[in-house]
């Protein structure tokens, strides 16, 4: 199979079925009626698995048989009443969850931050954050992770959400909303070691997490008012510190702090320190 296809049979398994159900489908739309036979050459199944394969999509209305004198032939259902199935199946038992639970729910929770592991757990977090945003997101980037949450934010500027972000990355095309690119990634990287992800929600929620360069990623998640401001105000001084030195000129800006051996301190950490041990 070609990759589109091997794309395709990927997404379908993702929605539940199974690898030769895909597999079915595929060769049934891509190549109209056919017999069992036919069937396992266009669709790659096992002939000694086609049929019951078959037998178990006819009994869940994703195939139908057809007669043609003493042979059968078998038939996909179009995509888009596939498509309209399958969201149904996903959208029905989500919609009523989204009713059912939060009535479960004693309260929300009263620890001051929870603790978020693991990168993709990281990014899931702040999709979830940044959808639920209403008026006002403000988000630190870096490169590796702004395709992520593009879609996540485009749809939050498209919805009236006011998007102010630090983006970490020379050659990234920010996504939606209002960005600086920072201009020293390389001193800060080797500040923290790593690199960090933060985003703020209408001065509500927040989340701080640090992507080492070895190691797991971990953050926190806080609804605390206290620590939400102090993680806001961070990202507000990050970029009006940036812009201040666009406006002054980076060679001016850096003679400025290099001359200042405490200001020099600050800003390399730990970055001096091996620069002077080594």
Not at 41 to 70: A, D, F, N, Q
Request: proline share 5%.
């Amino acid at each position: 199979m070609s990759g589109g296809v091997d794309a395709t049979v990927s997404r379908l398994r993702e929605v539940g079925l199974s690898l030769y159900e895909a597999r079915i489908y595929v060769g049934l739309l891509r190549n109209g009626a056919q017999n069992g036979n036919e069937l396992s050459k266009t669709s790659g199944v096992p002939s000694s698995k086609v049929y019951s394969t078959l037998e178990k999509m006819i009994g869940e209305g994703l195939v139908h048989s057809i007669k043609r004198g003493t042979a059968t032939q078998f038939v996909c259902i179009s995509p888009g009443e596939l498509a309209a199935r399958l969201r149904r199946q996903f959208n029905d038992p989500i919609d009523y969850l989204e009713r059912a639970l939060p009535p479960l729910a004693a309260s929300e929770p009263a620890e001051p931050f929870l603790s978020v592991s693991g990168l993709p757990a990281i990014l899931e977090t702040v999709c979830a954050i940044v959808e639920a945003a209403e008026r006002e997101l403000h988000l630190s980037l870096w490169a590796d992770d702004v395709e992520t949450l593009r879609r996540p934010l485009a749809a939050a500027v498209e919805r009236g959400v006011s998007v102010f972000g630090m983006l970490y990355g020379r050659d990234e095309e920010p996504p939606a909303g209002s960005w600086t690119r920072h201009s020293y990634e390389e001193i800060v990287a080797n500040r923290i070691g790593g690199r960090m992800l933060t985003a703020v929600a209408d001065a509500r929620e927040a989340l701080i997490a640090l992507v080492p360069r070895s190691g797991d990623a971990s953050g926190v998640r806080t609804r605390s008012p206290v620590l939400t401001l102090i993680v806001q105000e961070y990202l507000h001084h990050d970029v009006v510190l940036q812009r201040a030195q666009i406006n002054i000129g980076f060679d001016e800006w850096d003679r400025w702090w290099q001359a200042d051996p405490d200001l020099r301190t600050a800003i390399l950490g730990s970055a001096l320190e091996q620069h002077a041990g080594g």
